[in-house]
Structures are given as structure tokens and as C-alpha cells.
């Protein structure tokens, strides 16, 4: 069970933490713990092995394919096992008895932590403390440390750890055998090579004891394994540490090989285990300092799990984002096997926005991932008969479609359930275009020119247009036989998310063609093998069909022709066991298909993307209408609701599905698992905030605020980045300040109004 309330004094609302240790739900503490700095991932699996732990260390990028399978993030070789045996007795806290067990990951400074009394089945009592850091200073690097303290007895300590190459995902072995070394007598040394991609992966690791006797070392080198065994004295009532620090590299980033690559690992450990955890932990913490300093978004309320929350998300957000564009977030980050490391609209929807505000470099180096990819999208689009770029559902290291075919069970034949997702959900490729254009704006336009972005623009509009089709009768285009957001609703003609943000691409498109003084015309026409793309492009855009809301029910649009008439199902039972996914329990993909309930929210999505459609009143009478029907199966969904319910200035149901997107890992009973945090979810957090209840956002050339403060909400205070410009923003009930260092003028549109400052600038509310 996770508590909130451990944190105290300075630490107050920075920890989460546990005092209850629970066999069989691991799985969510090694998740919701998870330790990472972007390069690498390794789930807080305790240092001794039990049945239903999940031990795993991923590292962004690195991609590998066993024959006949999907393409995955295999689970590299393990550092963090550690076992112990005082006085001869093995150390598990199924035996003997625990007291005072505590768990705590501290945000503020990156490090978790294990404490706990044991009394041992031979009656013997000990105080034993673990902690484990993996660095963001030096982002090869993670380090451990246990602390021994035998009460009432001199004990002898035997540690063994050492590199274990046995992980696989799910069963599944991604690494050969490689080579193993001791090196000087001290360092652990294993490399491996995943079977397909052939990448290798170097692990070294050394220990210290610091406070104890009688040291001595020993070493096994087994299959696939490298292990250490360290023999010590423990005095009655002191604490012994034992120290493990390890680096982790793969061949993706080292010049070096061989011999070389063995040297400048070995130099690299003998540093962390000279400086000692300890200082591992130092320079990782001031990482986490500066980083709090800048971001932390302070909020005043009823809920002290709000600012906790907050520090979660951005916790975790930081915990996934790649070093650079070779890679992306994965819909679980670094934290699991959960979607096998992929890449999905998630990133561009849920967590670009955060890092456009924050960290403007990495937003940009998110859109450079697909950028770089936009010749498969070209290929991916051809292949399936359209023109332009068709990016991929699901994306890894090549950008290729990856989705798998079958997931999951179909209730009625027992058979895997197909997945349509990789074949219709296109609307990603919209939700990219979105992303750039949204990007441009939130840096001044100074990046408007860059002729990749333009043509990715141009790229996704022409196969939005090769994707319709031409209904002569009614002289208009449809789109059909397509995916929206909700995924339990399949094959439909004209999804009002995907009409209406293809047309949005397109008339994007169309500016950027017709800018520029007819140069660019020229380049796209080029290299996109066509001419007379912008007239085709007017005629399209003015010509795409729209739906509008509907007589009846009063103001409804419909999220795909013919849902309106659907039946309809009391959903209470499934909302209550949300995210899940019972209904397939009970109802096969398509006999859901026949009804209207949705997964997530989908013409409420795209009210909050393309928020100037409709008026408030449109946008109150379709929340009302989709919400009750949505189970919210998806960690994608609570939080869109939350900013959509912000939007419309309904602050009571804002903060309602608040409560809830935060709830989504961070609750009592988080729904992660073994397969990982939600990486949507920590992002929507961030959003149902500064989005919803600031109202912050981008418009072309000013930026918006639209408050919409819940009641329980007094105070939100926090720093971002608008056009290079650092801005502080206090928001209360009765005013909003902003305040800004540069000597530019900021143009903000305020509930409607426009001003400009630059310095400093205060409304009442
Ligand atoms: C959701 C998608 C999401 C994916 C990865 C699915 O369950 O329906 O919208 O992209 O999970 O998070």
C-alpha cells in the first residue's frame, strides 16, 4: 500500500513511499519507484530475489527483434540483486520476522531507500537499510549501498552480487552469452550482444565495505552470470556498508571496443568505487536540486497530494526523456516491459507540451525523433497505397510500423484478439504536425523556415488527402474506415477527431505553401514527386467533410458517422474497475464496437486541441454527453477530461477527474505493474494543471492563459519558458502575476483580452 504522508519537515510532500511489504504487488513498487535519467531505466526490484518481482533495466533506444516476435527494448543485464546471508542465515523478509519496513522514493533527491528491522528464524536481530541511486550527473552510472547492523551480536556477513545476463522479457533472451572478466582483481565484467540488432551492451561493477573486519573476495563466473562474494565481520551494535557501484554503456555510444572499452569501463568504476556511493549520490542529488529549483510548481490547497503529484509527474518525466533524438519516450518510459518500449502519440500529445514549457531543447529533440524518420513514413505511406508521410502507430529505433497484430484474448473464439490499431489509428500523423506547428509557435516562429518541419507539415497533409476519398454524389471528402482515439470504437467512416485534424493539417500545409513566395511550392512539389499540391489542397480543405453537432441529442457531435445510433450500456460497473479493461471480459472488441461506450475521450480530445471550434456551450453539452460513456480504460483519458471540463469552466468536474488522473500511479493502488508507470499519464498530470486549471497555452503569436481554479485550489506558483524567456507565474483566486526578466515585450491573450509586458504584469481575477 503506497503513503503519501512520510515525508516530513523539509522533505514534506517530496516522498512516496510504503510500510508494507507485499509479495505479490511488487510489480507496482517497482514501477512507481522506478530509478532512471533518461539513458537508462532499472525498476526498483528489491535487492533480494522473490517469486512475482520483475527485475528490469532498459536503456532508451536500444532495440532488439527475436524471430517471429515484435520488436522490443530487451531487459539488459541486472546489477541490482544483492544477497545476504548473516550468520548463515539467508536474508528474506518472508522469513524470520520485519519490523519498521519502510520504502521511500525521494523526489528531491533521486534516491530510494529500504529500512527495516529484521529478526532472523534463528532469532538474531538486525537493522538493515538499502539504498540505490541511478545517476543523473553521469548517466552511465548507478550505484547501492546496504547498511548492516547486527544488534546483539557479532555477525558474519557473506554478500553475493554481481552481473546477472539471465534477464529476459517475459521469457524471451535478447542477449548471447558474452564475454566475462575480473578485472585487477576487483572489477566485474560482462559484455553482451543483443541476438538481431547487434548491439552490445558492457556492464562493470566493484564493491567496498566500508567499517568492517576480515574482508574477503571471491568470484564465480557461471552461464550468462558474474558474481562476487565478499565475507566480513560485523561488530555488535555498528553499521557496516557494503557499496556496489556500476556503469552500464552500450557499443550505440562508445568509440572504444574490445580491450579499450574494457579499460575505460574499468577506469570508470575504480572512480565511482574510490569516491564510494555516498558521493554517487551527492552529485546526483544537486542534479535534482537545480532541476527543482527551476520546475517545481508550488500549489496551495486543501489536497497535499496535489504538489506531491505534480513532483511525481515530473519526476518520471524526467526519468524518460532520451539524451537525445536517436530515441523517444516510450508509453511506459524506461519503467517496464509494457508496450515493449514504443513509441505511440502519447509523446506528442501528453508530454511534448510539458517540455515545450520546460525545456524547450528537448521538445524540439522529440520532434527531430520524427523528423529523422520521415523516409519510412514515406515508405509506411506507400506501402499502404497513400501519398505523403503515414507515420507508424507504434515507433521504435527505424520508425517502422510496429505494431503487433494480436494482443490480448477475444472473449468469444479464445482466440488472440487482432489489433487494428497498426493498420487504421492514423491519426498520429495529424497529432505530429500538431505538435511542430505548436512548437513553432511557442518559439517565436524562429524556426518556421526549417524545411524538414515544412515538409513533414506538407507530407502529412498530402496523405491525409490520399486517405480520403471523393463522395461525388455529395461532392465532398470522407474518411472512412478509420480509428479514432477511442479504440473501442473500430472502422469507422468519418471520426470527427481525424476529419477535423487532418483538416487541420492541411490548412497548415497550405500556409506554409503559400508563404515563402512560391519557393517552397516548388521544393515540396519535388520532393514529393506531385504538382499542383496547393490548389488540390484548397479544393480539399474546403471540401473535407466536417461533422457538426446534431439536433438530437441537442449540440452532439457525432465521433463517427452513425454512433449516435448505437446502443448504449450502463458502464458503472467497468468505470469502477477503470483501466482494466474488464469489458473484454465480458463483451468481445466487436460486440463493443456495437455500442456507445468509449476507451477514452475523443471528440472531447480533439475539443481540446482544436479548442476554438466550438463554444463553451457545444464543448459543456458533449463532455456531458461522452463522459458518463466513458469507462476510462485507457491512462490517456481522466486527464483530457479534466482540461476539458478547465475549458469550459467547470472547475468542480475539472478537479473531480484531477483526482483521478492523478490517482492513475501515484493512488493507493496504482495501476502499474510489471509493465510499467504510464509515461500519457504522468504528462496528463502536468496538463489537467497548467493547461486546465491555469488555462496556459500557445496561440500563434501570443500565448493564452485562461484560469479556471478549482475551489479546493487557493495558490499555483511555478516558472516556464515562452520564446527563450523564463516566466514566473502566481495564480490565486484573486489575481494572476507574471513576471519576466527579458527586456522583450511577451504578448498574452488573458480571458479574452490582450496585453503585453515586459517585466511584469498583474490582473485581477
Ligand atoms: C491507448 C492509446 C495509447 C496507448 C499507449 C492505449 O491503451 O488507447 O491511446 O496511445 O495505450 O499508451
Given at each position: ?10 522533505y ?26 533518461g539513458?537508462?531505466g ?37 546489477v ?30 533521486g ?15 538486525y ?39 539471465r534477464?529476459?522479457n ?10 566475462k ?16 540488432s ?22 564465480a ?8 562474494t ?26 572504444e ?7 575505460l ?18 552529485k ?9 529549483e ?67 531543447e ?13 523516409g519510412?513514413?514515406r515508405?509506411?505511406a ?24 494480436f494482443?490480448?484474448?477475444d ?28 512548437y513553432?509557435?511557442?518559439?517565436g ?7 524538414e ?9 498530402l ?12 461532392d ?18 468519418n471520426?470527427a ?19 515563402g ?25 474546403r ?33 469502477s ?54 469507462i ?10 479534466s ?8 472547475s ?28 500519457a ?6 496538463l ?44 490565486t483566486?484573486?489575481k494572476l ?5 527579458g ?14 509586458f515586459?517585466h ?6
Amino acid at each position: 500500500m503506497l503513503k503519501y504522508t512520510i515525508g516530513k519537515g523539509n522533505y514534506k510532500n517530496w516522498i512516496i513511499g510504503e510500510d508494507e511489504f507485499s509479495l505479490s504487488e511488487q510489480g507496482k513498487g517497482e514501477s512507481v519507484f522506478c530509478l532512471g535519467n533518461g539513458y537508462m531505466g532499472i525498476r526498483s526490484a528489491f535487492e533480494e530475489p522473490y517469486p512475482f518481482q520483475t527485475r528490469g533495466t532498459f536503456v532508451s533506444g536500444c532495440f532488439d527483434r527475436l524471430p517471429d516476435e515484435t520488436v522490443e527494448l530487451p531487459n539488459a543485464a541486472d546489477v541490482c540483486e544483492i544477497r545476504l546471508i548473516l550468520d548463515g542465515e539467508y536474508f528474506s523478509m518472508t522469513q524470520g520476522e520485519v519490523s519498521g519496513y519502510q520504502r521511500c522514493l525521494n523526489l528531491y533527491t533521486g534516491e530510494l531507500t529500504r529500512s527495516l528491522d529484521w529478526r532472523s528464524p534463528g532469532g538474531k536481530r538486525y537493522r538493515l537499510v538499502f539504498k540505490r541511486a541511478v545517476s543523473h550527473a553521469d548517466v552511465h552510472a548507478c550505484g547501492m549501498q546496504v547498511e548492516i547492523c547486527a544488534r546483539d551480536h557479532d555477525a558474519k556477513v557473506q554478500v553475493t552480487s554481481g552481473i546477472n545476463g539471465r534477464m529476459t522479457n517475459s521469457g524471451a533472451q535478447h542477449f548471447s552469452d558474452g564475454s566475462k572478466r575480473v578485472l585487477d582483481r576487483q572489477f566485474l565484467y560482462l559484455d553482451q550482444r543483443t541476438v538481431q540488432s547487434g548491439i552490445i551492451f558492457y556492464h562493470c561493477c566493484g564493491s567496498r565495505v566500508v567499517g568492517a573486519k576480515g574482508e574477503v573476495r571471491d568470484f564465480a563466473m557461471e552461464r550468462r552470470r558474474i558474481l562476487e562474494t565478499m565475507d566480513f565481520k560485523a561488530e555488535k551494535g555498528k553499521t557496516v556498508r557494503y557499496e556496489k557501484l556500476a556503469v552500464l554503456y552500450t557499443g550505440r555510444e562508445l568509440a572504444e571496443q574490445g580491450e579499450q572499452a574494457l579499460q575505460l569501463l574499468a577506469r570508470h568504476v575504480r572512480r565511482l568505487v574510490t569516491e564510494g556511493y555516498d558521493a554517487l549520490q551527492e552529485k546526483n542529488a544537486a542534479c535534482f536540486r537545480s532541476f527543482w529549483e527551476q520546475r517545481d510548481i508550488r500549489i496551495r490547497g486543501e489536497n497535499d497530494r496535489i504538489p506531491l503529484a505534480l513532483r511525481f509527474a515530473q519526476y518520471h518525466l524526467l526519468a524518460m526523456i532520451p539524451p537525445d533524438s536517436s530515441s523517444s519516450i516510450a508509453a511506459k518510459g524506461l519503467t517496464g516491459e509494457g508496450y515493449k518500449g514504443h513509441v505511440f502519440w502519447d509523446t506528442e500529445v501528453y508530454i511534448l507540451p510539458y517540455y515545450l514549457f520546460t525545456a524547450p531543447e528537448k521538445a524540439a529533440q522529440l520532434l527531430e525523433y520524427r523528423i529523422n524518420r520521415m523516409g519510412q513514413a514515406r515508405e509506411n505511406a506507400k506501402k499502404k497505397g497513400y501519398r505523403g508521410l503515414l507515420f507508424p502507430w507504434e515507433s521504435t529505433g527505424t520508425g517502422e510500423e510496429e505494431t503487433p497484430l494480436f494482443a490480448g484474448m477475444d472473449i468469444l473464439t479464445g482466440k488472440a484478439a487482432h489489433v487494428w490499431a497498426g493498420i487504421k489509428e492514423h491519426h498520429i500523423t495529424a497529432d505530429i504536425a500538431y505538435a511542430l506547428w505548436m512548437y513553432r509557435s511557442a518559439a517565436g516562429g524562429r524556426d518556421i523556415e526549417d524545411e524538414e518541419g515544412n515538409l513533414l507539415i506538407v507530407g502529412a497533409a498530402l496523405f491525409w488527402m490520399s486517405r480520403s476519398v471523393y463522395v461525388e454524389e455529395k461532392d465532398r471528402y470522407e474518411i472512412r474506415d478509420i480509428i479514432g482515439p477511442d479504440e473501442y470504437t473500430e472502422h469507422v467512416d468519418n471520426n470527427a477527431y481525424s476529419n477535423y485534424m487532418a483538416r487541420d493539417t492541411v490548412q497548415k500545409a497550405l500556409r506554409l505553401l503559400r508563404g515563402g513566395g512560391g519557393r517552397f511550392v516548388r521544393k515540396a512539389e519535388a520532393y514529393y514527386g506531385e504538382t499542383g499540391i496547393a490548389e488540390r489542397m484548397e479544393t480539399y480543405a474546403r471540401k473535407l467533410y466536417l461533422p457538426l453537432p446534431v439536433e438530437n441529442p441537442p449540440g452532439i457531435l457525432p465521433q463517427n458517422d452513425g454512433f449516435l445510433q448505437k446502443k448504449t450500456l450502463d458502464v458503472a460497473k467497468y468505470r469502477s474497475s477503470a483501466g482494466k479493461q474488464t469489458i473484454l471480459k465480458d463483451y468481445s472488441r466487436r460486440q463493443v464496437d456495437q455500442m456507445q461506450v468509449l476507451k477514452q475521450p475523443d471528440v472531447v480530445m480533439l475539443l481540446i486541441l482544436l479548442p476554438e471550434l466550438f463554444d463553451t456551450g457545444i464543448k459543456w453539452k458533449n463532455w456531458n454527453y461522452y463522459e458518463p460513456k466513458t469507462i476510462h480504460d485507457s491512462s490517456l483519458s481522466r486527464a483530457i477530461y479534466s482540461v476539458a471540463a478547465s475549458d469550459c469552466k467547470e472547475s468542480r468536474e475539472a478537479y473531480e477527474c484531477f483526482l483521478h488522473a492523478m490517482d492513475i500511479d501515484m493512488g493507493p493502488n496504482p495501476h502499474s505493474s510489471d509493465q510499467g508507470i504510464h509515461a500519457a499519464a504522468m504528462g496528463g498530470i502536468w496538463l489537467a494543471v497548467v493547461r486546465g486549471f491555469v488555462g496556459l497555452r500557445v496561440l500563434e503569436d501570443c500565448l493564452c492563459i485562461e484560469p479556471c481554479l478549482p475551489e479546493q485550489i487557493q495558490e499555483i506558483c511555478f516558472s516556464f519558458i515562452y520564446r527563450g524567456k523564463n516566466i514566473a507565474l502566481q495564480l490565486t483566486k484573486e489575481k494572476l502575476m507574471l513576471s519576466s526578466t527579458g527586456d522583450e515585450e511577451t504578448p498574452v491573450r488573458i480571458q479574452g483580452r490582450d496585453y503585453r509586458f515586459t517585466h511584469g504584469l498583474e490582473i485581477a481575477m
